[in-house]
């Protein structure tokens, strides 16, 4: 498998622009997460998906974001309108199914810088 | 004070020498993870553990639930080891971050 694969890993839009950005998770996991980090706040999670249904959204900063799961390989977080504060390095990441606590695999990350 | 505390924040050390990176947390978790991120990169995840200890390659990660505190170790460290580590635990899908360990070796 080749792992949790994000794209893009890096956009540069203007502010007021939509962002969308994609994530395919391991084949076979059935949670997923987006963390945001920043150097001020560090990882921060900002959704968590359990067989594509959303457990927690409570990290989620506004209305403006958004994220989905349409089926199990593919997960989108859109960022509408986008705000320079938004810069931040996001990743996506996954794990299989347990109970509990479970090891969790990361994609390399988007880079998002809003001008 | 932070529920998740690392020491050191960096650490410089030369090729070759013992690394030991710490981790003590103040609440109940049911694992820890060690995680590697190199500068501009990803987030690797190195281990987790709920008790004991673990190993893979030079690297050695133990963890005591009666102190809560969690160590990562590094055997004959190399310029490669370079990186932030960072260790999260938790009891279910929420893990409380450390700040991260910075991390040089110097040749």
């Known amino acids: 498998d080749a792992g949790v694969i994000q794209s893009p890993r890096h956009e540069v839009t203007e502010m007021g622009q939509e962002v969308t950005l994609r994530c395919k998770p391991i084949?076979?996991?059935?949670?997923l997460f987006w963390y945001r980090q920043t150097m001020m706040r560090g990882l921060e999670l900002l959704i968590y998906f359990n067989n594509n249904v959303p457990i927690d959204d409570s990290g989620m900063p506004e209305d403006r974001f958004s994220a989905k799961m349409p089926n199990a390989s593919f997960s989108t977080l859109k960022i509408q309108p986008s705000e320079p504060r938004d810069s931040a390095v996001y990743f996506c990441?996954?794990?299989?199914?347990?109970?509990?606590?479970?090891?969790?695999?990361f994609g390399q990350g988007t880079r998002l810088t809003v001008v | 004070k932070n529920e998740v505390e690392q020491s050191p924040q960096n650490l410089t050390a030369q090729e070759g020498e013992f690394i030991t990176i710490n981790c003590s947390y103040s609440?109940?978790?049911?694992?820890l993870h060690w995680l590697q991120q190199h500068p501009g990169g990803g987030i690797v995840s190195l281990f987790m553990l709920s008790s004991g200890k673990k190993k893979h390659g030079r690297l050695i990660a133990t963890i005591n639930i009666q102190e809560k505190h969690s160590s990562l170790h590094i055997t004959a460290s190399h310029p490669r080891d370079s990186a932030v580590y960072i260790c999260a635990g938790g009891s279910n899908y929420q893990l409380i971050w450390g700040a991260g360990t910075k991390l040089i070796i110097k040749p």
């Open positions: 084949s076979g996991h059935n949670s």
């Open positions: 990441a996954s794990s299989w199914p347990g109970q509990g606590l479970t090891e969790a695999f």
């Open positions: 609440v109940g978790i049911s694992a």
